[in-house]
């Protein structure tokens, strides 16, 4: 069974950089048995999917976030981040990491969730 | 904005039948397979249905999918009042260099 746990600010000034990182625990984050990613939901709407990472290497993006979303894996934490720069007050939401199984896709885990608010 | 539309409300009594809809177009739901979460007050969103109609380990069976051309559903049967939460269907849009949508999302009471 894997443990998703989210660390990262939750206040943030409009134009910084939202950092957030997901620590894994139950299997390598570099496992094949995995895919990784973020979703987000501001308050009181739906869900919004951010970005799925792959062990392949392949990343796919939300097309309206592509250009300020950068993601990476760090096997020897067995963790992987999210930098989402140049924040309005339209990010503020709650994030979540995710991880899914892959192949079958037949299993999720999830982050507890990180409130991000956007505020001057 | 969402491109899978599903009503943003649906309710029933103890033991009914309710059912969602989530409609899509030809370069998600109708060409890619459907999943179904279910977002508890307050928790994670948890996936309940994919594959279009597979259910997970430990997920009853009184949730079921079903899916039709570019149009997704979702069956809860039996409904309890523990399944008072809203529900998002979700696919892969091949649009875009592909990306993954989900639905507007509907709330489900339990009268």
């Known amino acids: 069974q894997l443990h998703l746990q989210q660390s990262g600010p939750g206040l943030l000034k409009p134009s910084e950089t939202l950092s957030l990182t997901c620590y894994v625990s139950?299997?390598?984050?570099?496992?094949?048995?995995?895919?990784w990613g973020w979703i987000r939901q501001p308050p009181g709407k739906g869900l919004e999917w951010i970005v799925s990472?792959?062990?392949?290497?392949?990343?796919y993006y939300r097309p309206s976030l592509k250009s300020r979303v950068t993601t990476s894996v760090d096997a020897s934490r067995n963790q992987f981040s999210l930098k989402l720069r140049s924040v309005t007050a339209a990010d503020t939401a709650v994030y979540y990491c995710?991880?899914?199984?892959?192949?079958?896709?037949?299993?999720?885990?999830w982050g507890q969730g990180t409130l991000v608010t956007v505020s001057s | 904005q969402s491109v899978l539309t599903q009503p943003p409300s649906a309710s029933g009594t103890p033991g009914q039948r309710v059912t969602i809809s989530c409609s899509g177009s030809s370069s998600n739901i109708g060409g890619n397979s459907v999943n179904w979460y279910q977002q508890l007050p307050g928790a994670a969103p948890k996936l309940l249905i994919y594959t279009n109609t597979q259910r997970p380990s430990g997920v009853p069976d009184r949730f079921s999918g079903s899916k039709s051309g570019a149009s997704a559903s979702l069956a809860i049967s039996g409904l309890q009042s523990e399944d008072e939460a809203d529900y998002y269907c979700a696919a892969w849009d091949d649009s875009l260099n592909g990306h993954y949508v989900f639905g507007t999302g509907t709330k489900v009471t339990v009268l």
């Open positions: 139950g299997d390598s984050v570099n496992s094949n048995s995995y895919y």
């Open positions: 995710f991880g899914v199984r892959a192949v079958a896709g037949d299993q999720d885990f």
């Open positions: 990472i792959y062990n392949s290497g392949n990343v």
